[in-house]
């Protein structure tokens, strides 16, 4: 069992355990930017939901429902039906309105894997409403919290967490990839907790130096008199942030974890120890339990562990994000809606930090005239060039390689394409770089290779007799069933959270 099955969601807002998620559809981006994070809930299976330009109604929770309404939208229904094993059929309305789907015009019936559902699908109706179609474990509800911004039911459920725990003195962990707002999360406990008149204490532990770590938490003293109070000292009374919790230098753990039993602490040189009624909050980007940290330390900071989703498993909060984040800086320009639906389709490997950074990229970019697409804002890493391999080289040889020299994805045959995926224990990122292509170049020809799956594509059984057989080890099981690793990890944690 990992944390992410026990901590994301709370009893407080869950949907009964047995119940299947609902059907939902949340406004990502509308002409009025009031609407956008407006969510229409549907039932359980067997359910159609018809979307046109007056039904069904969206709103905000406690707010009346109000439909799409825009002249874009066709009176005819887009039909979403949702069957018995939750799989979504998308049926296009009678009409001459354009259907986007991830950024791509579709122009027949889509079926939708539960799993693609639960990836969040975006689409755009009209070229002016864009919409994600999604899961919800939960019902939206207002519950405010400084700086967490979605609508999701991951978002949800963290910021019931975060209320739930910041009246207590329990020490909380925060778990969760770079940019997932972890830093926000720590303040938000200490605002809404009994300590919020005094300060929060901030200290990255990545860049203590390690012979003077000691001194940084917990002071010195000299001849029997203080010289120097640590930050256990100065968040006594208040509350401790320790970020990057998994680079805590290995000699200081221990002490840590004497702290966090007792609150007992002595200062470098002292003589008597001293001690201090801080409330701790840690954070780390790391498998603590896979790296080499002290794991009695670990049990002690799990008092409350809270894990902060990554954005690309609630696309639904693109929107409500980019709104949040344009308020925030006082950007008067519209976004196309054509890039949000890019933005809102894109994995985000910097979660909600990248976001940002693209999003002032943008702005800068329509202040200039320029309406920008997602490749120019989002750096794509690139091999350094070299000189081409010898005619006789076999391609299975580029993976000792450190790159390959700019390719055209034409003159790729599928041969090529498989056998680089297979050298790369099929790593598209690894195997776009040893043909010499982007990234998105190669998902294109994967899609179009004839002897390639897509793992929302292989029945459950197959992936759970591939899984099985190899042990657990994805890149095994990927290369067994001919499709790329990290989606079918992706699908694997979907179809087995656990």
Known sequence: MTYFDYTLTSPLSNLDNSSAPLLAVTIVWHPDRTRIGEQFIGGSEGDVIELNRFTPLFMHPGAEGLPLGHGGISRQPLRLARDADNHVVMTLPASAMVVELNGRAVRDTVRFSMAQVAQGQILTLGRAVVLCLHWMDRLPKHNPVPGLIGVSGASIGVRDQIRMVAPASLPVLLLGETGTGKEIAARAIHALGARAAAPLVTVNMAALNEALAPVELFGAAEGGQATRDGVFAQADQATLFLDEIGNAPAAVQPMLLRVLEGGDYRPVGAAQGRRTSARLIAASDQDLDAIAFNQALLRRLEGFVIQMPPLRTRREDTGVLLAHLMEQQGAAADLPPALVAELAAHDWPGNVRQLSHALQRALLMLREGVVPTLEQLVRTPRPQAEPPPAPQQPLQRQREEPGAPRRKPSALSDADVLAAM????????????????????????????????????IPENDIARAMESCAGD?????????????????????LRPG
Request: glycine letters at 2%.
């Open 422 to 457: 297979a050298a790369h224990e099929w790593n598209i990122l690894a195997a776009a770089a040893a043909l010499g292509i982007s990234r998105p170049s190669l998902y294109k020809l994967l899609e179009d290779h004839p002897d390639i799956r897509r793992p929302e594509t």
């Open 474 to 494: 994805v890149e095994r099981c990927a290369a067994l069933l001919k499709t790329p690793a990290e989606a079918l990890r992706r699908r694997w944690r979907l």
